[in-house]
């Protein structure tokens, strides 16, 4: 698909920038990862790093790492392995370098750099966000592998940090961690607000978010920052990152022997949010059972409410949102 220049997925613009990418022929796919290895200087590792009972899981990462060892056996010119991928600190100078030499039979440093480089896009605005960042980490194992990345993003415009990959992997966490934060503590005072007759936690929001600390005034105009957004009430958090991230850090943190009780009460508020939701829902319109459920894009319509959901695909092979049971419907 990407060769004829079509987008394999949808996203806003997407679609434009491939075809035109491919037909200036600045983009090309393979499955051949030997070939492309050795015909570019720098191989980005970005697969999915899924849950799994509650810790992350890094098979796909290994398999990724071995590949391009097994490639970099037969090639001679320096060339950079970078970690894209959300990983737990200690993933990309622990298991991925440890992959990579034991299948390339060769060692970090003269024929091998090691970096990473997290992203921070969000679904819908992904284009966007990858064209006008607000920040590039950059981790990086030496001078001369930060060079090659600096170089990759030398036409962009905006803060490029050079840090250690340990602290590159920490930034990616630490920020998805404090908007999943974010997003829990509103939903404790939803839940608080919803219990006091008269109180309604959109128009407290409203006042708070007043706060110049939160939305300044520049030149007589009021900024509006997107993390706004995520102090809203909603029905938790969901989709394909926060929940896992916010996991994998906690586990992460178990396995340091390090206390997380903040992090633990995130996760907790968030589970117990969806159930809540539930609860009005079920009281405005006296039970679920024999009754039609209208989903209007991402938000479910209850009064004038409207109450963002994150679906996912539910075993019995409805769609719920995430953390529903589907014994309530």
């Known amino acids: 698909m990407i060769r004829r220049g079509e987008a394999p997925f949808f996203e806003p613009g997407l679609d434009k920038l491939v075809a035109e990418t491919v037909a200036s022929g600045a983009l090309t796919a393979t499955v051949d990862l030997h070939a492309a290895v050795n015909a570019t200087d720098v191989t980005l590792i970005a697969v999915g790093t899924p849950d799994h009972d509650g810790h992350i899981d890094l098979s796909q990462i290994t398999a990724a790492s ?52 997290p992203e921070f896009l969000r679904e819908g605005t992904a284009i966007e966000d990858f064209m006008t960042p607000d920040r590039i980490v950059i981790g990086a194992n030496d001078a001369r592998s930060a060079a090659v990345f600096a170089k990759l ?83 938790g958090y969901g989709g394909s990152c926060l929940p896992k991230d916010v996991a994998a850090l906690r586990a992460f943190a178990r396995d340091k022997r390090v206390a997380t009780p903040m992090l633990d009460a995130v996760a907790a508020v968030n589970d117990r949010r969806p159930d809540s939701v539930l609860d009005m829902a079920e009281a405005r319109i006296g039970g679920f059972r024999g009754r039609k459920v209208g989903v209007r894009g991402t938000g479910l319509q209850v009064g004038n409410r409207r109450l963002a959901l994150f679906a996912r695909r539910d075993p019995c092979g409805t769609y719920l949102p995430t953390g529903w049971r589907s014994d309530r419907l």
């Not at 001679?76 to 959300?86: D, E, G, L, R």
């Not at 110049?212 to 005034?217: A, D, E, I, N």
């Open 66 to 117: 071995t590949g391009i060892g097994e490639a970099l056996r037969s090639k001679t010119a320096y060339h950079v392995v970078a970690v894209k991928s959300t990983v737990v600190p200690g993933t990309t100078d622990g298991p991925v370098l440890r992959a990579v030499e034991k299948a390339a039979g060769k060692q970090l440093g003269s024929d091998i750099g090691l970096c990473m480089n």
């Open 153 to 235: 993003y030398e036409k962009f415009d905006c803060p490029k940090v050079v840090v250690s990959l340990r602290n590159a992997e920490f930034t990616k966490y630490a920020s998805n961690a404090l908007l999943a934060t974010l997003i829990s503590y509103s939903n404790e005072l939803a839940g608080l607000c919803e219990a006091t007759p008269g109180a309604d936690l959109e128009t407290v929001m409203d006042g708070l978010h007043l706060d110049k600390r939160l939305s300044p005034v520049s030149a007589g105009q009021r900024i509006r920052p997107g993390i706004l957004s995520y102090l809203r009430p909603s029905s």
